[in-house]
């Protein structure tokens, strides 16, 4: 019963890893600072808030495969 596990496991990374593309792509190409600040570039602040976002849910993402791991393999040493 341990090979589905793991299969699920390397299933729902995917899933994640192509869901958390779609989103910063989504979220990340709509971020324009544009007239709050007076230095320049401007395209420089925004893509420091880019990054930001895209490194938080690079961690948001790695916490969630370690819980969904942690839960695979600890429900395969109880059987």
């Keep these: 019963m341990k090979g589905p596990q793991i ?3 390397i299933f729902i990374m995917w899933i994640l ?5 779609v989103l910063l792509v989504t979220i990340s ?7 709050y600040l007076t230095l320049e570039p401007p395209l420089f602040y925004s ?12 961690a948001i993402w790695i916490y ?16």
Excluded: D, M, P, Y
């Design 17 to 21: 890893i192509i869901a958390g593309c």
């Design 64 to 79: 969630v495969l370690s819980k969904i791991k942690n839960w695979i393999f600890h429900r395969q040493i109880k059987h």
């Design 7 to 9: 299969f699920l496991f």
């Design 47 to 58: 893509s420091i808030v880019k990054a930001i976002i895209a490194i938080t849910f690079v």
């Design 29 to 35: 190409e709509s971020i324009k600072i544009q007239g």
